[in-house]
């Protein structure tokens, strides 16, 4: 599901960008000695890491918005497969009765067979229209969760002072001393922060 992607996708472009500079600043020749303008200060440098797994799994928002959205996701499918089975039905019906010459003519067939081919377009249609709205609810979400994240991690580091935040996604980092882990500091505040819409206030009390 796209409910959980955006901060994996981030940190892997993170990645990939910092594998580019890399490659594409070549190292000295060994006769050479880098200048001092080429010399990078890492002493003293502030780092932090952000687990996406837990994240995703303990901050209130995205457990209520991919229950909200999960939800969605399984009446869409619920409604398409039901109407699918009763044009399948009605296809079978049809068939049926074209071989048991079960038309009083030759229109009449043709009516029927033209009303299930409109059936059939609008199921499609219906699956369209289904699956965009699932998209774009989608894609709100993930916009909301990054708004959320960032907002927060921008008045946290007023105090804390890192000079950068990682999000750690499967092995997009592959080793960090625990020290430098925030997460639980992290979803702790942004919990503190949550407050439910409507929407999901509703849906709670639907269960």
Do not use: W
Not at 15 to 31: E, G, Q, R, V, Y
Not at 78 to 86: E, L, S
Not at 110 to 132: P, W
């Amino acid at each position: 599901m796209k409910t959980r992607n955006f901060l994996a996708m981030m940190a892997m472009g993170a990645m990939s960008a910092t594998l580019m500079l890399s490659c594409n600043n070549s190292a000295p020749k060994m006769d050479e000695q880098p200048s001092n303008q080429d010399k990078v200060q890492t002493t003293g440098m502030r780092i932090a890491i952000v687990e996406v797994d837990s994240l995703m799994s303990q901050y209130n928002f995205c457990k209520d918005y991919t229950a909200i959205i999960t939800k969605k996701s399984t009446n869409a499918r619920n409604t398409i497969q039901q109407k699918g089975k009763q044009l399948q039905a009605a296809a079978a019906n049809f068939q049926q009765k074209l071989q048991n010459n079960g038309f009083t003519s030759r229109e009449q067939a043709a009516s029927v067979q033209a009303n299930l081919q409109r059936q059939e377009q609008d199921l499609q249609e219906l699956q369209n229209r289904l699956g965009a709205e699932l998209d774009s609810e989608t894609a709100k979400y993930n916009q909301a969760l990054r708004d959320s994240l960032q907002n927060f991690l921008k008045d946290y580091n007023k105090d804390k002072k890192f000079d950068l935040i990682l999000s750690k996604a499967g092995d997009n980092i592959l080793y960090a001393a625990k020290k430098h882990d925030i997460t639980q500091e992290v979803i702790n505040g942004l919990n503190k922060r949550y407050k439910p819409s409507k929407e999901t206030a509703e849906a709670k009390k639907q269960k």
